[in-house]
Protein backbone atom coordinates (compact mmCIF):
# COMPACT_ATOMS: atom_id res chain seq x y z
CA UNK A 1 0.00 0.00 0.00
CA UNK A 2 0.80 3.72 -0.49
CA UNK A 3 0.37 6.60 1.75
CA UNK A 4 0.76 9.98 1.30
CA UNK A 5 4.04 11.75 3.08
CA UNK A 6 2.27 14.40 4.66
CA UNK A 7 -0.51 11.71 6.48
CA UNK A 8 2.68 9.50 8.07
CA UNK A 9 4.75 12.85 8.94
CA UNK A 10 1.14 14.23 10.68
CA UNK A 11 0.74 10.76 12.36
CA UNK A 12 3.70 10.48 13.67
CA UNK A 13 4.45 13.96 14.94
CA UNK A 14 1.10 13.86 16.69
CA UNK A 15 1.56 9.93 18.24
CA UNK A 16 5.39 11.31 19.47
CA UNK A 17 3.99 14.74 20.82
CA UNK A 18 6.97 16.10 19.02
CA UNK A 19 6.18 19.98 18.84
CA UNK A 20 5.52 19.80 23.15
CA UNK A 21 9.56 18.35 23.77
CA UNK A 22 12.15 20.66 23.55
CA UNK A 23 15.41 19.05 22.11
CA UNK A 24 18.87 19.55 20.37
CA UNK A 25 17.36 19.29 16.68
CA UNK A 26 14.54 19.39 14.74
CA UNK A 27 12.19 16.20 15.14
CA UNK A 28 9.72 15.29 12.30
CA UNK A 29 11.03 15.38 8.19
CA UNK A 30 14.21 16.81 8.18
CA UNK A 31 14.60 15.98 4.05
CA UNK A 32 12.07 15.87 1.68
CA UNK A 33 12.04 12.95 -0.90
CA UNK A 34 9.34 11.71 -3.24
CA UNK A 35 5.33 12.23 -2.03
CA UNK A 36 3.99 8.76 -1.60
CA UNK A 37 5.60 6.14 0.98
CA UNK A 38 5.40 2.56 0.60
CA UNK A 39 8.87 1.80 2.14
CA UNK A 40 9.87 2.65 5.63
CA UNK A 41 13.58 1.67 6.53
CA UNK A 42 14.39 2.42 10.18
CA UNK A 43 17.68 2.63 11.65
CA UNK A 44 19.43 4.20 14.69
CA UNK A 45 21.75 6.67 12.70
CA UNK A 46 21.31 8.21 9.29
CA UNK A 47 24.93 7.47 8.62
CA UNK A 48 25.97 6.78 5.26
CA UNK A 49 25.79 2.90 5.19
CA UNK A 50 21.72 3.20 6.62
CA UNK A 51 21.16 5.73 3.45
CA UNK A 52 22.93 3.03 1.14
CA UNK A 53 20.89 0.27 2.49
CA UNK A 54 17.75 1.83 2.48
CA UNK A 55 18.21 3.01 -1.41
CA UNK A 56 19.16 -0.45 -2.39
CA UNK A 57 15.92 -1.59 -0.63
CA UNK A 58 13.91 1.06 -2.55
CA UNK A 59 12.58 2.70 0.65
CA UNK A 60 10.42 5.57 0.22
CA UNK A 61 11.45 6.78 3.56
CA UNK A 62 14.44 6.32 6.18
CA UNK A 63 13.02 6.87 10.08
CA UNK A 64 15.88 7.26 12.74
CA UNK A 65 16.39 8.14 15.98
CA UNK A 66 19.76 10.18 15.07
CA UNK A 67 19.46 12.54 12.33
CA UNK A 68 20.64 16.19 11.63
CA UNK A 69 21.10 19.67 12.15
CA UNK A 70 22.00 19.28 16.05
CA UNK A 71 22.46 22.43 17.63
CA UNK A 72 25.97 23.72 17.83
CA UNK A 73 27.02 21.31 15.14
CA UNK A 74 28.93 23.08 12.10
CA UNK A 75 26.16 24.57 9.06
CA UNK A 76 28.40 24.71 6.37
CA UNK A 77 26.70 21.71 3.62
CA UNK A 78 30.74 20.31 3.01
CA UNK A 79 31.98 17.15 3.39
CA UNK A 80 30.56 13.95 5.14
CA UNK A 81 27.67 16.36 5.54
CA UNK A 82 27.46 16.76 1.98
CA UNK A 83 27.76 13.21 0.90
CA UNK A 84 24.91 12.17 3.28
CA UNK A 85 22.23 14.77 1.69
CA UNK A 86 23.29 14.08 -1.65
CA UNK A 87 22.83 10.37 -1.77
CA UNK A 88 18.99 11.32 -0.13
CA UNK A 89 18.14 14.15 -2.44
CA UNK A 90 19.34 12.12 -5.24
CA UNK A 91 17.24 8.79 -4.63
CA UNK A 92 14.75 11.28 -3.58
CA UNK A 93 14.82 9.59 -0.18
CA UNK A 94 12.43 11.22 2.63
CA UNK A 95 14.50 11.09 6.50
CA UNK A 96 12.40 11.76 9.34
CA UNK A 97 14.02 11.87 13.08
CA UNK A 98 12.79 11.68 16.04
CA UNK A 99 15.38 12.10 19.13
CA UNK A 100 14.04 12.88 23.03
CA UNK A 101 10.53 12.32 21.94
CA UNK A 102 11.39 8.46 20.86
CA UNK A 103 13.85 8.23 24.14
CA UNK A 104 10.39 9.37 26.32
CA UNK A 105 7.39 7.68 24.69
CA UNK A 106 5.81 5.33 27.04
CA UNK A 107 4.66 2.81 24.21
CA UNK A 108 7.22 3.12 21.50
CA UNK A 109 10.30 4.67 23.16
CA UNK A 110 13.73 3.81 23.45
CA UNK A 111 13.22 3.21 27.21
CA UNK A 112 10.22 1.46 26.65
CA UNK A 113 12.22 -1.14 24.36
CA UNK A 114 15.02 -1.67 26.85
CA UNK A 115 12.71 -2.46 29.33
CA UNK A 116 10.70 -4.97 27.77
CA UNK A 117 14.35 -6.46 26.82
CA UNK A 118 15.49 -6.26 30.51
CA UNK A 119 12.16 -8.48 31.65
CA UNK A 120 12.93 -11.16 29.05
CA UNK A 121 16.17 -11.80 30.25
CA UNK A 122 16.24 -10.79 34.17
CA UNK A 123 14.34 -12.32 37.43
CA UNK A 124 10.54 -10.66 37.68
CA UNK A 125 10.58 -7.18 38.71
CA UNK A 126 8.17 -3.90 38.64
CA UNK A 127 8.65 -1.63 35.50
CA UNK A 128 8.55 2.22 36.79
CA UNK A 129 8.43 4.64 34.03
CA UNK A 130 10.01 7.59 33.73
CA UNK A 131 9.26 11.08 32.02
CA UNK A 132 10.77 13.99 30.61
CA UNK A 133 11.22 16.13 34.05
CA UNK A 134 12.26 12.81 35.58
CA UNK A 135 14.16 10.32 32.66
CA UNK A 136 15.44 7.88 34.54
CA UNK A 137 13.53 4.57 34.32
CA UNK A 138 13.00 2.38 36.88
CA UNK A 139 13.07 -1.53 37.95
CA UNK A 140 12.51 -2.73 41.69
CA UNK A 141 13.11 -6.83 41.57
CA UNK A 142 10.42 -9.42 43.62
CA UNK A 143 13.55 -10.59 45.61
CA UNK A 144 16.73 -9.47 45.76
CA UNK A 145 18.62 -9.93 42.43
CA UNK A 146 22.77 -10.85 42.76
CA UNK A 147 24.57 -8.10 40.69
CA UNK A 148 26.33 -10.41 38.11
CA UNK A 149 22.40 -12.20 37.69
CA UNK A 150 21.72 -8.20 36.69
CA UNK A 151 25.41 -8.40 34.56
CA UNK A 152 24.25 -11.35 32.49
CA UNK A 153 20.32 -9.98 31.73
CA UNK A 154 21.51 -6.87 30.53
CA UNK A 155 24.51 -8.19 28.03
CA UNK A 156 21.86 -10.73 27.09
CA UNK A 157 19.18 -7.71 26.13
CA UNK A 158 21.25 -5.77 24.11
CA UNK A 159 23.49 -8.40 22.76
CA UNK A 160 26.62 -7.20 23.79
CA UNK A 161 29.31 -7.03 26.65
CA UNK A 162 28.97 -4.35 29.37
CA UNK A 163 31.31 -1.96 31.25
CA UNK A 164 30.57 -2.39 34.57
CA UNK A 165 32.24 0.17 37.15
CA UNK A 166 31.11 -2.01 40.32
CA UNK A 167 29.96 -0.69 44.05
CA UNK A 168 30.39 -3.31 46.83
CA UNK A 169 26.69 -3.74 47.16
CA UNK A 170 26.28 -7.42 46.06
CA UNK A 171 22.53 -7.48 46.11
CA UNK A 172 20.10 -5.44 43.56
CA UNK A 173 16.74 -4.58 44.91
CA UNK A 174 15.88 -1.36 42.97
CA UNK A 175 18.14 -0.14 39.59
CA UNK A 176 17.48 2.48 36.69
CA UNK A 177 18.50 2.66 32.82
CA UNK A 178 18.24 5.68 30.76
CA UNK A 179 19.20 4.35 27.15
CA UNK A 180 22.08 6.24 24.95
CA UNK A 181 23.83 9.31 26.21
CA UNK A 182 22.31 9.37 29.92
CA UNK A 183 25.78 8.46 32.01
CA UNK A 184 25.14 11.74 33.54
CA UNK A 185 22.02 11.16 34.93
CA UNK A 186 24.08 8.50 37.44
CA UNK A 187 23.96 11.71 39.73
CA UNK A 188 20.26 10.84 39.78
CA UNK A 189 20.10 7.52 39.82
CA UNK A 190 22.38 7.98 43.32
CA UNK A 191 20.09 10.68 44.34
CA UNK A 192 16.95 7.57 43.67
CA UNK A 193 18.56 5.70 45.82
CA UNK A 194 18.96 2.77 42.96
CA UNK A 195 21.64 -0.20 43.88
CA UNK A 196 22.42 0.28 39.62
CA UNK A 197 22.37 2.12 36.97
CA UNK A 198 22.22 1.42 33.03
CA UNK A 199 22.93 3.67 30.06
CA UNK A 200 24.31 3.38 26.94
CA UNK A 201 28.08 5.31 27.46
CA UNK A 202 30.78 5.68 29.91
CA UNK A 203 32.72 8.92 30.60
CA UNK A 204 35.64 9.46 32.80
CA UNK A 205 33.81 11.01 35.60
CA UNK A 206 31.04 8.22 35.70
CA UNK A 207 33.50 6.00 36.86
CA UNK A 208 34.37 8.04 40.29
CA UNK A 209 30.67 9.00 40.55
CA UNK A 210 29.72 4.86 40.56
CA UNK A 211 32.09 4.31 43.05
CA UNK A 212 31.38 7.33 45.42
CA UNK A 213 27.99 7.04 45.55
CA UNK A 214 27.74 3.41 46.08
CA UNK A 215 25.95 2.40 42.53
CA UNK A 216 26.78 -0.43 40.56
CA UNK A 217 26.76 1.46 36.52
CA UNK A 218 26.53 -0.44 33.30
CA UNK A 219 27.56 0.85 30.20
CA UNK A 220 25.18 -1.18 27.38
CA UNK A 221 26.34 0.66 24.40
CA UNK A 222 25.09 4.20 23.00
CA UNK A 223 23.62 2.17 19.75
CA UNK A 224 22.62 -1.12 21.30
CA UNK A 225 20.42 0.22 23.54
CA UNK A 226 18.57 2.72 21.30
CA UNK A 227 18.03 0.11 18.66
CA UNK A 228 13.82 -0.30 20.04
CA UNK A 229 12.11 2.54 19.39
CA UNK A 230 12.81 2.78 15.11
CA UNK A 231 11.87 -0.73 14.88
CA UNK A 232 8.49 -0.09 17.09
CA UNK A 233 7.74 2.93 15.52
CA UNK A 234 8.50 1.03 11.73
CA UNK A 235 5.68 -1.80 12.65
CA UNK A 236 3.69 0.95 14.18
CA UNK A 237 3.19 2.63 10.53
CA UNK A 238 3.55 -1.18 9.46
CA UNK A 239 0.28 -1.98 11.24
CA UNK A 240 -1.75 1.65 10.42
CA UNK A 241 -0.92 2.27 6.89
CA UNK A 242 0.15 -1.22 5.75
CA UNK A 243 3.88 -0.18 4.33
CA UNK A 244 6.21 -2.75 4.05
CA UNK A 245 8.87 -1.91 6.82
CA UNK A 246 12.50 -2.79 7.40
CA UNK A 247 14.83 -1.98 10.12
CA UNK A 248 18.83 -1.78 9.22
CA UNK A 249 20.81 -2.58 12.24
CA UNK A 250 24.59 -0.63 11.23
CA UNK A 251 26.65 -2.15 13.94
CA UNK A 252 28.10 0.44 16.30
CA UNK A 253 30.96 -0.48 19.37
CA UNK A 254 29.66 2.95 20.97
Not at 48 to 76: M, N, R, T
Not at 124 to 148: A, I, T, Y
Not at 191 to 201: P, T
Request: net charge negative; aromatic share 8%; glycine share 10%.
Amino acid sequence: MSVERAVVVAALDELLSAKSIRDYCPNGLQVEGRSNIQRVATAVTACKAAIDEAIAWQADLLLVHHGYFWKGEAEPVVGMKRQRLAALLNADLNMMAYHLPLDYHPEFGNNTALGHCLQEHLPRFQLCPGNPEQPVWQGVFEKPCDVQALQRGIELAVGRSCVWVAAENPKIKRFGWCTGGAQGFIDQAAHLGLDAYISGEISEKTTHSAREEGVHYFAAGHHATERGGVQALGLWLEREFGVKHRFIDIQNPA
